[in-house]
């Protein structure tokens, strides 16, 4: 299984472009064994920077930044979701292409990186909006869309009121979306994001350096973990279902899925989708459904 064929990022990263682009990337490039060039992804500002290298050369955005401990999410992985959410745009409005203002994305849980709003608009043009719960996350990702002029107009964020919430609060009257994509928080505590975390540094065979790879206790872990909040998700859904064209969620676990699709089909939903990811290792599952 390979990346989506129009995502932009297949094969090895090329780090002499990427520093070309972002210099401060070139303080963490490091030589593996193979011979080739690489950085060490246990590295919080040695991810960030490959980030930033990448938005900067493929997608013209010259500002991002995260404070320490928030998510900084792989962008090709992302790009992956999105493409596919693309496709499944373009499939329900009959284009031959899902390009340009005139279609809307949200994004719920967009985090201070405000990567899947980031990519939609720099790669289709899209408009969005993107939600959370964290008010300095929102700031963080309103000072990276402010500060990069190419993203004026097309990406609005919205701070979700109520943490038991998902789109109550943030879905308005007469207010129309053509997708929605969200990462839902993986683990179902704190202990458990723990637990993963430390089998993350054993792989690598380091010591755990007492921090996370990426994510604030919000982007890692809810109550009942991703299983019950997408089950949330879908009861909700139903509610707003004329007000977006293809509801999606991110399925880490594929364990969870026949539960959810059960869900969905007591709802009576129109269509349900399984599009498989992978990105070396890790599999995953774009869940989508529509009503109409």
């Known amino acids: 299984m390979s990346l989506h064929p129009n995502n932009p990022h297949q094969g090895r990263y090329d780090f002499t472009r990427l520093c070309r682009y972002y210099p401060a990337l070139q303080a963490f ?62 499939e329900l409005t009959g284009e031959a292409k899902a390009q340009g203002k005139q279609f809307r994305l949200l994004d719920l849980g967009c985090g201070a990186n405000c990567i899947y709003p980031i990519l939609a608009s720099r790669s289709f043009g899209w408009r969005a909006v993107g939600s959370d719960i964290d008010n300095t996350a929102l700031k963080v990702a309103g000072a990276i869309v402010k500060a990069n002029t190419n993203l004026k107009g097309l990406i609005e964020l919205r701070l979700q009121p109520k943490a038991t919430e998902l789109l109550f609060g943030i879905i308005q009257p007469g207010e129309y979306f053509d997708i929605s994509v969200c990462n839902p928080p993986f683990y179902a505590s704190a202990a458990e994001a723990a637990a993963a975390n430390q089998q993350k ?15 604030t206790a919000n982007e890692l872990w ?45 709802l009576a939903v129109a269509e349900v989708r399984q599009i498989k990811m992978q990105h070396g290792q890790k599999i995953s599952t774009i869940l989508a459904w529509r009503f109409s």
């Open 29 to 90: 490039v490091i030589t593996t064994a193979a011979g080739d060039s690489s950085i060490d992804f246990s590295l919080a500002a040695a991810v960030q920077a490959l980030n930033a290298a990448i938005l900067a050369s493929d997608y013209q955005v010259t500002f991002w930044q995260l404070p320490p401990g928030y998510l900084c999410p792989p962008i090709p992985g992302r790009a992956d979701y999105l493409h596919y959410a693309a496709d499944l745009v373009a």
């Open 201 to 215: 540094w054993q792989k690598l065979g380091k010591a755990n350096n007492g921090r996370n790879f990426a994510g």
């Open 222 to 266: 809810c109550e009942g973990g991703e299983v019950a909040f997408i089950k949330k998700l879908i009861a909700d859904s139903s509610l707003f279902a004329g007000q977006v064209g293809w509801f999606t969620s991110l399925v880490s676990q594929q364990k969870h899925l026949p539960a959810l699709v059960a869900q969905l089909r007591r």
